[in-house]
């Protein structure tokens, strides 16, 4: 034995805590400035796409893991 419990070493999963949200807000943010500076700066069109593209991407993800986590929490 090496005097440690299996579950004391052993890292939670992202999609527990806080860590779901913090990487759905940081898409989303880097999605705004993306945006914004597509818009902003003249021949910069392709950050305002791309940033629509980081916007939709964390809404899937944030969708999928709601979705996946509504199971798990039912009991019988």
């Known amino acids: 034995m ?5 579950d004391v070493d052993r890292p939670r999963p992202i999609e527990e805590g806080p860590y779901l ?7 989303v943010i880097a999605a705004i400035v993306l945006g ?3 818009v902003a700066a003249e021949g910069l069109f392709y950050l305002l796409v ?6 939709v991407a964390a809404l ?3 969708g999928m893991h709601m ?3 509504g199971r798990h929490q039912r009991l019988r």
């Open 60 to 62: 899937v993800y944030l």
């Open 2 to 6: 090496n005097g440690s419990s299996p």
């Open 21 to 27: 949200l913090t990487l759905f807000l940081l898409l």
């Open 67 to 69: 979705r996946g986590s």
């Open 36 to 38: 914004i500076v597509g």
């Open 50 to 55: 791309i940033g629509i593209v980081v916007l």
